[in-house]
């Protein structure tokens, strides 16, 4: 249903009915009916391998044009996630119990059985889902533009991007500290993976002397070096360019 709502416009205002899984669709070219009624957006009529998500994402391929490339790829790593999960392939997975069908559930329950609110919180989780993909998906293009270097402590590499989880992409691809400018907030960092030896406290000494006009703070696991973040957007932010972040690390500490 989110995704008819969100991406094909002759059902953005649409309104929502809950129906029991008995019903059949009865043909009313002015309702659709998705997952129930064994209609073109119900797996159960036979469809072996396809979710409801999965028929609406296929309708709207074909009859929605203009969708971006990032687009495109965000929304078919959504779609196919949820017709995994919903043949089952997902039940084996470790934690299952962080996951949205759980959760789901739970709500469901906490909230009496309520369909209409249950129906809000997936479209919430589910767009918040699809910002996040985007989001990936806009950090792997800046990832093009990434200076690697050799640190004190090992792998690194210097990143200017807006988006968020570029410290984890970084630990993901083998590096053991990012150097980080946030382009669309101007925050600056030094973001090291929290198994590493890395210990920032004599980058934080030389950014103090060097730069001493910015809010530069080091986290007490001497792992996070910080000007401005979510939680301090009120802090005075350095200028200092990515190579210019790199080379406070030259003199640091050795292996």
């Known amino acids: 249903m989110w995704l008819l709502a969100r991406f094909w416009p002759p059902a953005k205002d649409a309104a929502f009915d809950f129906v029991s899984a008995k019903e059949r669709d009865p043909g009313d070219p002015a309702r659709i009916w998705v997952g129930v009624g064994r209609g073109k957006f119900d797996e159960h009529k036979g469809d072996l391998g396809e979710s409801a998500a999965s028929l609406v994402f296929r309708f709207i391929k074909e009859t929605r044009k203009g969708l971006a490339s990032e687009e495109l790829n965000a929304l078919t790593r959504l779609v196919l996630w949820i017709r995994d999960e919903d043949t089952g392939l997902h ?108 210990d920032l406290t004599a980058a934080y000494e030389t950014l103090r002397r060097a730069d001493p006009k910015a809010d530069w703070y080091l986290h007490h696991s001497r792992k996070l070096l910080l000007c401005g973040s979510d939680v301090a957007p009120d802090s005075k932010l350095s200028k200092l360019g990515l190579r210019d972040l790199v080379r406070v690390l030259q003199p640091v500490g050795g292996k």
Do not use: C
């Open 91 to 198: 039940d084996k997975d470790r934690d299952r119990e962080w996951t949205p069908a759980p959760l789901l559930r739970q709500y469901y329950d906490l909230h009496d059985a309520d369909p209409a609110r249950l129906t809000q919180f997936g479209f919430e989780i589910l767009a918040a889902t699809y910002a996040e993909l985007l989001m990936r998906e806009q950090l792997v293009k800046d990832w093009e533009n990434r200076l690697e270097f050799e640190s004190p402590w090992g792998r690194a590499v210097a990143l200017e991007t807006a988006a968020y989880g570029a410290d984890e992409y970084a630990y993901q691809q083998g590096f053991i500290l990012l150097v980080l400018i946030d382009s669309r907030r101007g925050f600056r960092g030094f973001r090291a993976a929290p198994d590493s030896n890395v």
